[in-house]
């Protein structure tokens, strides 16, 4: 007998086994703090809560993200659902978990983990492939911005019109990116990345996501204005465009001097692991700039993926230490989860008993999958499956979540003049539920309009 095919199965159970002890020991442990609340946690300096939360968000996330990988499905898709059903545990009378939805060191640690996250996505964008790409990937990337961008405003401006505008521009703006992850991986499993589609399609994710950091960077400078009762003029908008801009673009131009004799400097330290820690600590730096500036963190972590350049460091090379994406994926595969669980535990399913809430997270993702259909239109080239880069072009992934995070901590005064999350928990719901059909619609419906083409017209150019 062959024991190692039920070894899938026996460490699937062991890890749902592990989680449910888990859950037990939190919930142990938070009567016991709610006992002595002055305990153990105090002394050591970090509530022994904490460490247990963190041990089960990380079991949930990659007990989520395992179950969907196997049906073929990303596993940020996973991560979500695990901590949606996480967080909803209450609904089952179990509230072991509430705590760890608004714990500050698990907050911290998940901002930390989605930083690192758009250092990734920095580093896998290649600049030079971006500007290679022609007038087609940047026409699809501004018209897959600008459409779902005003359908999403106007979606929330009819569903919830007792909002001020800005929640609806923001709510707008969290349907502008593209997770290009998902369409990139339809193209790969059907060796079709060398196509005209994917080429633009993978070109145009990239400007996708600069100008969304833009946008994000604008809406959230607005509303910070706003907040603290400063006048909100054309000319004050246009400000924050411009420094969220020349931040970006500024940071890569400073990046390309410094960063080739940065690392040829550091090239000269012999002990392992340079080149990591000196990423890690280029990208807080950057993301430390970035808010200094009034920007989003996560805009400075992407532009010190897309500057820093491990091609310069030749002595990691010849000591044939890994590239930099390598090095640096344990400590994404620890931390990343992280986020995407808390995402999912802040969704709270009992508002979706709410017909009204149920048509708006409806509407909003017919938003998204129509918005980024008018991508097509910016298509050049003749003979070209422009239905492929409509569809490729539809999932939100990652970067929707980012947004709508972002926007749960961000404050607005209400009518009432009483300061109010800018992303409501019945709106986040409402981003969630359309982050995640548009992730799982893309891949069958891509692979259905690149079968139905005719190959001469997938032709690498």
Request: charged share 15%.
């Amino acid at each position: 007998m062959d024991v190692s095919k039920f070894q899938p199965k026996n460490l699937f159970c062991k890890t749902l086994l592990s989680v449910g002890l888990l859950l037990i020991c939190v919930r142990s442990l938070q009567g016991a703090e709610s006992a002595a609340p002055a305990a153990a946690g105090d002394a050591h300096g970090l509530q022994p809560l904490v460490l247990l939360g963190i041990a089960v968000m990380l079991l949930v996330g990659k007990l989520g993200g395992e179950l969907f990988e196997r049906f073929k499905q990303p596993t940020v898709l996973g991560e979500l659902i695990g901590g949606i059903v996480l967080g909803n545990l209450v609904l089952f009378g179990f509230s072991g978990a509430e705590p760890l939805k608004t714990n500050e060191v698990i907050a911290a640690i998940a901002e930390v983990g989605v930083i690192i996250l758009l250092f990734e996505v920095g580093l896998q964008s290649d600049l030079k492939e971006m500007m290679a790409v022609g007038w087609s990937s940047l026409l699809v990337a501004a018209l897959g911005v600008i459409a779902p961008f005003f359908l999403g405003w106007a979606v929330c401006a009819y569903f919830i019109p007792n909002e001020p505008r800005l929640v609806h521009i923001f709510i707008g703006a969290t349907l502008c990116a593209t997770s290009v992850g998902i369409t990139a991986r339809v193209f790969k499993d059907l060796g079709k990345l060398a196509t005209q589609p994917a080429r633009i399609i993978l070109g145009a994710a990239v400007i996708d996501d600069v100008l969304g950091l833009i946008i994000l960077a604008v809406v959230a400078g607005a509303i910070k204005a706003s907040a603290s009762g400063a006048a909100l003029s054309a000319m004050a908008v246009v400000v924050i465009a411009l420094k969220a801009i020349v931040f970006l673009f500024g940071a890569i131009a400073l990046g390309q001097l410094v960063v080739p004799g940065l690392l040829r400097g550091a090239g000269r330290l012999k002990s392992e692991g340079v080149l990591l820690t000196l990423a890690i600590s280029f990208c807080l730096l950057f993301a430390w700039l970035s808010a200094k500036v009034g920007l989003a963190p996560i805009v400075g972590a992407f532009a010190a993926g897309l500057v820093l350049d491990e091609v310069h460091y030749k002595p990691a090379q010849a000591r044939k230490e890994r590239d930099l994406s390598e090095l640096l994926q344990p400590v994404s595969i620890v931390l990343v989860p992280i986020f995407f669980v808390l995402m999912g535990m802040k969704v709270d399913l009992r508002f979706f008993a709410r017909l009204d809430l149920l048509g708006f997270a409806i509407a909003l993702t017919l938003a998204a999958i129509i918005g980024k259909q008018v991508c097509s239109l910016g298509v050049l080239e003749k003979g070209t499956n422009r239905l492929a880069i409509g569809l490729g072009m539809i999932p939100r992934g990652e970067v929707g979540l980012i947004f709508a995070g972002i926007g749960a901590t961000l404050m607005l005064r209400n009518s009432l003049g009483v300061p109010q999350a800018v992303i409501s928990s019945a709106t986040f719901g409402a981003v969630v539920i359309m982050v995640i059909v548009t992730t799982l619609v893309t891949p069958p419906l891509l692979k259905w309009s690149l079968d139905r083409t005719p190959k001469k017209k997938d032709r690498s150019g």
